[in-house]
């Protein structure tokens, strides 16, 4: 699993204050938590290009002090009017521990109902899941190969060893729509 590593400065003052004074020097406070005692942080603004602005799922680690501790991003605030970064929480991955996070989806092959002339209809981008620390994947592969026109990929079919899949498995993950020409050439030739 791909870890992002980011250095961060331990914040003696906490609170609102203390904060905002963070903020104005453009640094976002931080909380790691999930290990044995809370960890107040900060670190640049700059800092969390890597680890916020993508659509992959990553490991963050943290180094404080000398130490390094192995996270994942738990909760982001944002500013309402700039959207700059305003607060974010990690969670300390402890070897033994399961977490919940949700995962995105990486679709791949060439799909025989596209190949007639369907069309793929990426369905849901991201699944949650639940797992010991040593079982996280950064992502599902789903492929839509063998995939044909008016069928879908569900949930429930995704396979992932040793995860609970908590997203219902009824959900449709890829779908492979008929053309609207297709259904009205089908509608026709079954009127005659």
């Known amino acids: 699993m791909e870890s992002v590593k ?10 609102k204050r203390a904060s905002s004074l963070l903020r104005r020097s453009n640094n976002v406070p931080c909380v790691i938590y999930g290990g044995k005692e809370n960890i107040n942080f900060y670190a ?3 800092a969390f290009k890597k680890a916020i602005y ?4 990553h490991k963050v680690a ?3 002090g000398g130490n390094t501790i192995e996270t994942i991003v738990q909760d982001i605030q944002f500013h309402p009017l700039t959207d700059q970064i305003t607060h974010i929480d990690f969670l300390q991955l402890v070897p033994g521990n399961k977490v919940t996070v949700e995962i995105p989806i990486r679709v791949h092959g060439f799909s025989k109902g596209v190949q007639a ?3 793929m209809m990426i369905a849901t981008k991201k699944v949650k899941i639940k797992a010991l620390v040593e079982n996280l994947v950064d992502h599902v592969d789903v492929d839509i190969t063998n995939l044909e026109m008016g069928k879908s990929i569900k949930v429930k079919e995704l396979n992932l060893p040793n995860v609970d899949i908590l997203t ?13 020409v297709a259904k ?3 509608t026709a030739a079954a009127k005659k």
């Open 168 to 180: 219902p498995g009824n959900i449709p993950v890829v779908n492979i729509t008929i053309p609207r």
């Open 184 to 186: 009205v050439d089908a």
């Open 62 to 64: 943290i180094e404080i």
């Open 117 to 119: 002339g369907g069309k």
């Open 54 to 57: 993508t659509d992959k799922f």
């Open 6 to 15: 980011l250095v961060g400065e331990t914040r003696t003052d906490i609170g």
């Open 44 to 46: 640049a603004q700059s």
